[in-house]
């Protein structure tokens, strides 16, 4: 009889652990899917509220990361322990007025920056020549002073940072010229991402 007392007792206190476990962990994953589910789902708008990525401080201990100085891609970021690295919904296309070719790329970066669209940029200046330069027509049209009629379109990229915090760590810019304004003439597609570094 005393035999299985013991048995008895011990299953009656192991059980209520387990299950304690159980609901801890089940806790901790919904916790994490419902994390995930709200950056799948967050638009371009929601996510320029989000600090920028920083390397240095992205951290639980605020160690320094030597594997990757200047991250530069999705690669490098998951190197320095960025995770859940999500797109967030496009802006739209925006359709510019027509603009002559010569110019057009920097009414475009001017127009993308000027929105606070680019804003992975150090200052203003920086980003008018980065995406003046990434997104400028050759120079045969340009000489040609033609006129073309630009669409461009931004979203970010976040991921959630070592330290456990949502930060943006990038941006993708699509940018097209069309050569007449119903926009069905297309001259050039510049598909470029932008990172916070």
């Given amino acids: ?78 190197k320095l322990g960025y995770t859940n690295i999500q797109y ?17 790329a920097t009414t475009v970066a001017e127009l993308i920056t000027g929105a606070g669209l680019s804003a992975i940029f150090p200052n203003h200046k920086t980003a008018i020549q980065t995406l003046t330069t990434a997104f400028s027509l050759s120079k045969t049209l340009q000489t040609q002073h033609a006129d073309v009629w630009p669409v461009y379109n931004v979203r970010n990229i976040i991921a959630i940072a070592p330290n456990g915090n949502k930060v943006r760590i990038g941006q993708e810019v699509k940018v097209k010229y069309y050569g007449n304004k119903e926009r069905t003439n297309l001259i050039k597609q510049s598909h470029k991402s932008f990172w916070v570094g």
């Avoid at 638009?43 to 990525?53: D, M, T, V, W």
């Avoid at 967030?88 to 010569?102: E, F, H, I, L, P």
């Fill in 1 to 78: 009889m005393k035999k299985s007392i013991k048995i008895i007792l011990s299953t009656a206190i192991i059980f209520p652990i387990l299950s304690k476990n159980h609901t801890i962990q089940t806790y901790a994953q919904n916790s994490m899917e419902t994390n995930e589910t709200a950056m799948n789902n967050i638009s371009f708008e929601e996510s320029q509220n989000l600090p920028l990525a920083n390397i240095y401080t992205d951290t639980n201990n605020n160690t320094t990361f030597y594997s990757v100085n200047n991250p530069q891609s999705i690669e490098d970021y998951k």
């Fill in 88 to 104: 967030t919904k496009w802006t739209g296309d925006y359709n510019v007025a027509s603009t002559k070719s010569k110019r057009a």
